[in-house]
């Protein structure tokens, strides 16, 4: 399915699936400094049970700092977190209270360092403006496991964990050219997020790139804020300017509810849309087979968790079980699959309220 996508592009996201996979098998090898290995006793175990204490006796202290939860996905992220850790009995998380400040997301930072926590699970306000934070909690032994919005130094993390923004786009200009494909003149319009965000134009350029393999492009497009009322806004605006859409993606499911109630008020249904992120508000429009809404890509709510999995491993020096190669990647980007009426229940657990 999605047959546009390049093999390169394939093999990324089927890797960044499979790592993710594994991270939340915790604990299901060891590579502890004496050379001790449990073997395939502890992989069964956890397997079964996803709350092993990996054979250590020990607990790991993570220190986890994110972003204000002023977003249906930010709330996602958190509670998700949180959930992971509470798997565990190996687990004491020390949570930062969520702010879109990085100074003080940097204060936080500190704090966790002086305090003596050993992993920090950090998802930057802003990666620039935190780098030099991460860099200093590195130099002082803590690693960082860096989520979702990248520093600008691999020097700043031990671990990088993300989703695939530019695979987001890939996949629903994929999903696009296998709807449109043998319409060369199809109309499609975007509605993105916030275009100061190198995530936005990660979306869009694979986004376009998608839709070049088969001969479409974008024909209309405006920017949102990634809320409800921005949203509705910039949808009217691109519905009063466009008589005609045969198809539109919107980047982010929860500004989706603003951009769906634009639509409904303007009585428009002659196009098709996809979303982005995985909103279970969105899932069940898909489900209901009712709305112009028919697929959404998933951005998932579910990568500060597996930053939890990744930093217990590393504060307990083990490695990934289903890895042959000892300890935890450096790098592990996260596939963005289409959710569709035809498999909408395999993702609805992981869907977000908005």
């Not at 250590?56 to 986890?64: K, M, R």
Request: hydrophobic content about 40%.
């Amino acid at each position: 399915m999605y047959a546009f996508r390049s093999k390169r592009l394939r093999m990324m996201a089927t890797t960044g699936a499979a790592l993710a996979g594994v991270a939340l098998l915790a604990g299901c090898s060891t590579d502890d400094a004496d050379g001790d290995d449990t073997g395939s006793e502890d992989t069964e175990e956890t397997t079964e049970t996803g709350g092993d204490e990996g054979g250590t006796g020990d607990t790991v202290v993570i220190g986890f700092s994110g972003p204000a939860a002023d977003h249906g996905w930010l709330g996602a992220i958190n509670s998700a977190a949180i959930a992971e850790a509470e798997s565990y009995d190996d687990v004491d998380l020390r949570i930062a209270e969520g702010t879109n400040d990085a100074n003080l997301q940097i204060s936080q930072v500190e704090t966790f360092v002086n305090e003596g926590v050993d992993v920090i699970v950090l998802l930057p306000t802003d990666g620039a403006a935190l780098t030099e934070a991460a860099i200093n909690a590195m130099n002082a032994g803590v690693p960082v496991v860096n989520v979702d919005r990248e520093f600008s130094s691999t020097d700043a993390a031990r671990v990088t964990i993300l989703g695939d923004n530019y695979g987001m786009g890939v996949s629903a200009g994929e999903y696009m050219c296998e709807r449109l494909g043998d319409q060369p003149d199809a109309i499609i319009g975007e509605i993105a997020g916030i275009d100061s965000l190198q995530l936005t134009t990660d979306r869009s350029q694979g986004f376009s790139d998608a839709l070049a393999e088969c001969g479409l492009s974008v024909s209309a497009r405006v920017a949102a804020e990634f809320t409800i009322d921005s949203g509705q806004e910039v949808t009217a605006q691109l519905l009063s300017a466009n008589p005609e859409f045969d198809a539109i993606w919107n980047h982010d499911d929860d500004q989706g509810i603003g951009v769906l109630a634009a639509i409904d008020e303007a009585g428009r249904d002659e196009f098709f849309m996809v979303g982005g992120a995985g909103s279970a508000n969105a899932m069940r429009e898909i489900a209901s087979g009712e709305s112009v809404l028919e697929a959404t890509v998933i951005y998932p709510s579910t990568q500060a968790a597996d930053g939890i999995a990744l930093a217990r491993l590393l504060g307990l020096n083990q490695g990934m079980g289903d890895l042959v190669s000892p300890g935890v990647p450096h790098r592990i980007v996260l596939d963005a699959p289409v959710v569709t009426a035809e498999n909408v229940d395999e993702f609805m657990d992981i869907g977000f309220e908005s």
